[in-house]
């Protein structure tokens, strides 16, 4: 822990306990899916299927937590030469980082999660062993990751001209002065995903075939 990172008002009057590790999370995964043929021939078929899908994170990500505590790393600004040695460099008190980077896990984190559906239907077209396809796919986050750096004030400024996006003041853009960033690792389900494919397919005949296929994602 770093009590002295706990002490300090982040972002919105937030407070982080950085010995503290993400609670157990129980994440479940159910899935349904189906497969249909139909037609004189068979030549229709119909597939696809709904359901949540469960991932992993980068595990460095997670370990983040164990290595910037604000007690082992430290972040030097200012204008420096360069040296073959970091000897000159270091500080004679070296029990703390004095402008330290900190990285904290939501306590409520997940796994990442996407729940996923797709559609597919192929057609036999009637003449030359040739296979029509078209396909759906839609994934909403349910639980994305998303990294945000807590000391960071809100933008208050603005560009000027065609690019007017808000912008952080430079000299004013920490909460705290006394940490440095402070990235807190949470979820997020402001996400979606969309690919449309439709293909044309001929089986190998007599040594040729082929395939052209679009997908619009």
Excluded: C
């Amino acid at each position: 822990g770093n009590d002295a990172v706990a002490s300090k008002a982040l972002k919105n009057d937030r407070q982080i306990q950085v010995g503290k590790l993400p609670d157990p999370q129980i994440h479940w995964s159910p899935r349904l899916g189906f497969n249909y043929q139909f037609g004189s021939r068979q030549q229709f078929q119909l597939s696809g299927g709904s359901g949540i899908f469960t991932g992993r994170p980068r595990f460095v990500w997670l370990n983040n937590q164990a290595g910037n505590t604000g007690t082992q790393f430290g972040t030097v600004f200012g204008d420096r030469a360069f040296r073959p040695s970091r000897d000159p460099y270091l500080p004679d008190d070296r029990t703390a980082a004095s402008v330290p980077e900190i990285n904290k896990t939501a306590n409520n984190f997940h796994f990442p999660q996407v729940w996923r559906s797709s559609l597919g239907f192929d057609y036999r077209l009637p003449f030359g062993d040739v296979v029509f396809s078209g396909q759906a796919i839609y994934g909403e986050d349910v639980n994305a990751v998303v990294h945000r750096n807590i000391n960071l004030r809100e933008p208050s400024q603005q560009l000027s001209g065609a690019d007017n996006r808000a912008i952080f003041d430079p000299d004013n853009r920490k909460v705290n002065e006394d940490v440095g960033p402070v990235y807190r690792m949470s979820n997020t389900d402001k996400g979606h995903q969309l690919n449309l494919t439709a293909s044309l397919q001929k089986a190998p005949e007599d040594g040729f075939g082929g395939r052209l296929s679009y997908t619009y994602g």
